[in-house]
């Protein structure tokens, strides 16, 4: 895997990887760039079919790369993300923002959304809602999308179930968006089996937009598709046809990329933009090294291996531990301690949320070390 991949195209200066602790979150700005670049390619130059997922990239300095490329609307997952996403679009002086919370908050985290939205008036805020008893505890200036499970079963209303989905609709008024349908869980390795099941999905949801429409509701956006699912949403005529509703696909991992999205998005040739910085610390037993990276840096959470060693095919990772993670040597030289190692995270999403900075590289060269200022969660 990666084998396309041009290792010297992630070189460090020499001063940065003398002074670099390890394991550290490194971003190459221009692969960022070059993957964006090449989303708006798939889109047919068409960026208004893209709301991203920031909840990947978390960096509000990246947050501005997406801005400046034209994006203007996204989707994330916290109210901290909304916040810092909401700076960036008024220090980018973007006005006409759309931001959808894709998260059915309630309590305090609705009270929280209308905080936001009430201090950054420049920014169109909606939220995920599954129960038409929740919409009145929804902020006034809140738009609201109604949440359809896809048999997922992670969150919203059944799709077979559009008297209650029409029931949230009246209930939201004048604030209704749209419907969100995010189809996570469609990961079959087979491309065409995925296909299948992906169109199947499109096929319920329009007849749910059909069934809408005659009790005089009208929808206005229609989101669909994490990373998994993009393409064979694009793919999908019948929603790239719709003449009086947008459509819009969802990926955010794109941004970045990983190990998984190589392996499910075969072909699409992203670059991986961020990556951990680890060095050798052991060799604790014949065949096998281990570095300083384990799953407090690299998220361990969509099985092994967790990450691939950029350049090195030969390391294959075991299991981390909470600090270490060691590899097979499968071939060649075993590394030698301190030897260092760019890791490309099998799931770059929790990978980032688990550093709490980031080195920027552009043009080969430290542009700033930074805060990952959207990670985690606020208490208050």
Known sequence: MFERLDPAAYE????????????????????????VARIREQLGGDLNRWRPHVK??????????????????????????????AR????????????????PLIGPGLARLGEVAAGHASVRFSVLCEDPALVPAIPNTVGIFVDVNPGMNRTGVPLVDAARIT???????????????????????????RRRQIFAGYDALLDLRTQLAAADLSVAEIITAGTPAFLTALAYEPLAALQDAQHRVSPGTVVYHDARSEEENPGLALQPAALVFARVISKPAPGIVTCDAGSKSVAAEAGDPCAVVLGRPELVARTPNEEHLPFDVTAGVEPERGDELLLIPRHVCPTVNLAEEAVLIENGQVRGIVPVAARAHEVR
Not at 12 to 35: I, K, T
């Open 12 to 35: 460090l200066p020499d001063s940065l990887r003398r002074e670099l602790l390890s394991p550290s979150l490194v971003v190459w700005l221009d692969h960022v760039r070059a993957n």
């Open 56 to 85: 990947t990239t978390k960096i509000p300095e990246v947050f501005a790369e997406l801005v400046r490329a034209g994006v203007r609307q996204f989707k994330c997952a916290t109210t901290r993300e909304a916040e810092h996403l």
């Open 88 to 103: 960036v679009l008024e220090a980018e002086s973007v006005r006409e923002a759309d931001v959808l919370l894709a998260y």
């Open 167 to 193: 029931a949230i609709a009246r209930a939201a008024g004048v604030r209704f968006r749209g419907l969100h349908y995010y189809d996570g869980h469609l990961h079959d390795a087979d491309l065409e089996s």
